[in-house]
C-alpha cells in the first residue's frame, strides 16, 4: 500500500517492499498515479520480490518542471520551460535526505520515469552520480537540441534502461518521428552497462507494465 507524505511542499508516495537497500525514484503525474499499484506489482513480479522501496513525487507543471531548457511547443500551445534544475534539486536536497533519514539501509538509488519523465531522468545522470541506474523508458529524446547535447556530455550512472514502442516513430509530427533515430543515438553513446528494448506499440501502450520492466532490470 502507497503512503503519502509532504516533502518540500510536495506531495510524495512511498512504497516498501521488505528489507530495501535499493530506492527508486519517480516523477509522476495524476494519471501515473492511478497506475502506479500495477507497476508496483509489476516489478515485484518481474524481479521475484526482490526488496526496494519506491518513491514517486507528483508533478504539477510537467512541461515545465521536467524539461531541462527552453523549448517551443510540439503540440498544442503550451511550450517546454527550463524547470528539470529545481526539480533535480528538490531530489537532491530534499526527498534523498528524506529518504537517508527515515528509512535505515537505502544504499543505491535509481531513477527513471515514463516521456518527459524518462527525458528528464536521463538529463540527470548527465548533471550528478548520485543515481545508480536510470530507467528511461519510452523518453522524449526528440526534445529539441538533445542530440546535440548528448554528444558533448558523458553520463555518469552505472547502468543505463532505454526503451520504446516500435511504433512510437510513426507520426506526421517531423520532430517527433525522429524518435526511434534518437533512440537509437543515445544508446550508441552510452559506455555504460546499458540495454535498449523495443516494444509493441505505440507510446500509449501499457506505459505502466514498461515503466515496470525497466525498474525491474535496473534493480535485479
Sequence with gaps: ????????????FLFQNG?????ILQPVDEHDLEM?????QEIIRMTDNEPFLLAAF?????????????????????????GAAETL???CDN??????????????????????AGLFSLWASYQTNIFRGIAAVSPSVWFEKWDNYILSHTIKAEKT?????DKESKTRNKLMA?????????????????????NPGNHFSQPDIRTAKGFAWLIS
Excluded: H
Design 178 to 198: 525522429a524518435v526511434g533515430e534518437r533512440i537509437q543515438m543515445q544508446y550508441e553513446r552510452l559506455e555504460n552497462d546499458s540495454v535498449l528494448e523495443w
Design 58 to 82: 507528483l508533478v504539477g507543471d510537467w512541461n515545465k518542471e521536467l524539461s531541462p531548457w527552453e523549448a517551443a511547443p510540439v503540440f498544442g500551445k503550451e511550450s517546454f520551460g527550463s
Design 161 to 165: 534502461y532505454l526503451s520504446l514502442g
Design 89 to 91: 534539486s528538490f531530489l
Design 36 to 40: 502506479l499499484e500495477t507497476e508496483i
Design 1 to 12: 500500500m502507497l503512503s503519502e507524505i509532504i516533502v518540500a511542499d510536495k506531495r510524495c
Design 19 to 23: 528489507q530495501a537497500k535499493k530506492c
Design 95 to 116: 526527498l534523498i535526505p528524506y529518504i537517508n533519514d527515515s528509512c535505515e539501509g537505502i544504499s543505491g538509488y535509481y531513477l527513471g520515469g515514463y516521456s518527459l
